[in-house]
Nanobody, 119 residues
């Protein structure tokens, strides 16, 4: 089974920065894409950022220019650098790994890490 472990969450003031890490049990190149999602209580889970196997990236409009997704291939680790944090960024952040198949996709999830932005 695939294991994904997030770390790096915590409490930060508005305008501050955090870097989240996602350690993957296998090679990140086994997946078509790696991504970060977030979910606040009572709200829908939303995509924050994604990086494909080929290295292309995409971001939610709400975080463009502030967040950066990257990877360290030798460490099988994906990162999310978060700058200029806002209170509305407060959520549990989940790491996602996806494989594409003909009929449906296969998704794997980490346990999540809490990010709280408050003055």
């Amino acid at each position: 089974q695939v294991q994904l472990v997030e770390s790096g969450g915590g409490l930060v003031q508005p305008g501050g920065s955090l870097r989240l890490s996602c350690a993957v049990s296998g090679s990140i190149f086994s997946f078509n894409a790696m991504g970060w999602y977030r979910q606040a209580p009572g709200k829908q889970r939303e995509l924050v950022a994604v990086i494909t196997r080929g290295g292309f990236t995409n971001y939610a409009d709400s975080v463009k220019g502030r967040f950066t997704i990257s990877r360290e291939n030798d460490k099988n680790t994906v990162y999310l650098q978060m700058n200029s944090l806002k209170p509305e960024d407060t959520a549990v952040y989940y790491c996602n790994a996806r494989k594409y198949y003909t009929i449906s996709n296969a998704d794997y999830w980490g346990q999540g890490t809490q990010v709280t932005v408050s003055s």
